[in-house]
Nanobody, 123 residues
């Protein structure tokens, strides 16, 4: 069982930056694939970025070269550094954990979820 708690969301102007954190409970954090997803009102939850236990990462095309996912296994925390933010990045951002060995991009594949943190980017 894993519990995930996100933090770091807020209101930022377009072009600004935010860093999201996701603190995980559990002694086996390093074994989990960790992902960030986002969901805007009326939209489906979409993949943003994922990172393997070894640090290999992958990104949605819409955030590539602007967002960076990282993890600190000793602190059982995963991060999402978001730069050059755009109004279309406005969403609730969710952290998720998956027990498989590959990074998957579908929300239904992830077993554990945080409560979400709101990111609002003003134009």
């Amino acid at each position: 069982q894993v519990q995930l708690v996100e933090s770091g969301g807020g209101l930022v102007q377009a072009g600004g930056s935010l860093r999201l954190s996701c603190a995980a409970s559990g002694r086996t954090f390093s074994r989990y694939i960790m992902g960030w997803f986002r969901q805007a009102p009326g939209e489906e939850r979409e993949f943003v970025a994922g990172i393997s236990y070894s640090g290999r990462s992958t990104y949605a095309d819409s955030v590539k070269d602007r967002f960076t996912i990282s993890r600190d296994n000793a602190k059982t925390t995963v991060y999402l550094q978001m730069n050059a933010l755009k109004p279309e990045d406005t969403s609730v951002y969710y952290c998720a954990a998956d027990t498989t060995i590959i990074i998957r991009r579908t929300a239904a594949s992830y077993e554990y979820w945080g409560q979400g943190t709101q990111v609002t980017v003003s134009s």
